[in-house]
């Protein structure tokens, strides 16, 4: 039975091997003519010393810690709304098992972050849908302006948008599949829809809820489009930042531009490792 686990195992790996070792070797490449540009090495624009001098800039820079702090603001409410509410969709989301609604909650998935940043403007702008509707019940003086404000209200949105369904997605099957299991015992043993809750069905969910939670954060903290379509223009995302400082016309901030990009990694590697370790465990939270 072990044997046949780790044949299996190996066929997988190998099946994988190909494609994965061309996206690991790309990556791999990505990353260290970064970490190299962004130590001031780019012979083609005549910069050939290695030194950390753009690295203590930017961290001495107001305005690189400015919007490195309202990229992680941001990202951080966005993540926590999105994932508290995409608990509560799931929640409900294995109750419809298969219909309509199942499919329907799904629909912001497929769409990309420019689609969804146009349906949140064409909603949330000074005279969007939510305008006119506003004006329609006679409040002729309401500003329901959300785009382009300075707390990022706009992003928020559109990253809850996103971000929400996808929470749902992940812990939905669980929460389905903990009520076949545990729901008629629990009722019997006298315990409240609430306990049931809290005491089995999030415990159960908890990994997948965590690990959720870093994917959108990391997600959101970096993203362009979000930010750019639908943030304001100071504080800028530090995504915004690492753009725009790259296509200055001065060549020398390209290497800031790529030092910015290199924090961006390291950060999220640092989420990867977090995320690596909410996932390799066995057994916990398991629905035997």
């Known amino acids: 039975?072990?044997?046949?686990?780790?044949?299996?195992?190996?066929?997988?790996?190998?099946?994988?091997?190909?494609?994965?070792?061309?996206?690991?070797?790309?990556?791999?490449?990505?990353?260290?003519?970064?970490?190299?540009?962004?130590?001031?090495?780019?012979?083609?624009?005549?910069?050939?010393?290695?030194?950390?001098?753009?690295?203590?800039?930017?961290?001495?820079?107001?305005?690189?810690?400015?919007?490195?702090?309202?990229?992680?603001?941001?990202?951080?409410?966005?993540?926590?709304?999105?994932?508290?509410?995409?608990?509560?969709?799931?929640?409900?989301v294995s109750k419809w098992q298969y219909n309509f609604m199942s499919l329907l909650y799904k629909i912001p998935i497929l769409l990309s972050y420019v689609a969804a940043a146009a349906l949140i403007y064409n909603t949330y702008s000074d005279k969007g849908l939510l305008y006119h509707i506003v004006s329609t019940l006679g409040i002729s003086q309401a500003n329901v302006n959300l785009i382009y404000t300075s707390s990022g209200l706009g992003v928020i949105l559109l990253n809850i948008f996103k971000g929400l369904p996808f929470v749902a997605f992940c812990v939905a099957p669980i929460f389905r599949k903990a009520d076949e299991t545990y729901s008629f015992v629990a009722q019997n043993l006298g315990c409240t829809k609430f306990k049931y809750i809290i005491k089995i069905l999030l415990p159960l969910a908890k990994r997948s809820v965590v690990t959720s939670f870093l994917i959108i954060f990391n997600f959101n903290m970096f993203t362009y489009e979000g930010f750019y379509y639908l943030g304001?223009?100071?504080?800028?995302?530090?995504?915004?930042?690492?753009?725009?400082?790259?296509?200055?016309?001065?060549?020398?901030?390209?290497?800031?531009?790529?030092a910015i990009n290199m924090i961006m990694i390291i950060i999220s590697i640092v989420l990867c490792f977090l995320?690596?370790?909410?996932?390799?465990?066995?057994?916990?939270?398991?629905?035997?």
């Open 1 to 92: 039975m072990i044997n046949n686990i780790k044949k299996k195992r190996i066929q997988g790996i190998l099946l994988m091997l190909p494609a994965l070792s061309i996206i690991v070797t790309v990556t791999i490449v990505v990353i260290i003519n970064t970490f190299l540009e962004s130590l001031g090495y780019i012979p083609e624009l005549s910069f050939n010393n290695f030194t950390t001098k753009y690295y203590v800039d930017l961290f001495t820079d107001h305005i690189f810690l400015k919007s490195l702090y309202f990229s992680f603001k941001v990202a951080f409410i966005s993540a926590v709304l999105a994932t508290i509410l995409g608990v509560y969709t799931g929640y409900y």
């Open 275 to 288: 995320y690596y370790n909410m996932i390799k465990g066995h057994g916990e939270g398991e629905i035997l």
């Open 232 to 258: 304001p223009s100071n504080p800028i995302s530090i995504g915004v930042y690492a753009y725009k400082t790259y296509l200055n016309s001065d060549l020398s901030n390209r290497i800031y531009g790529m």
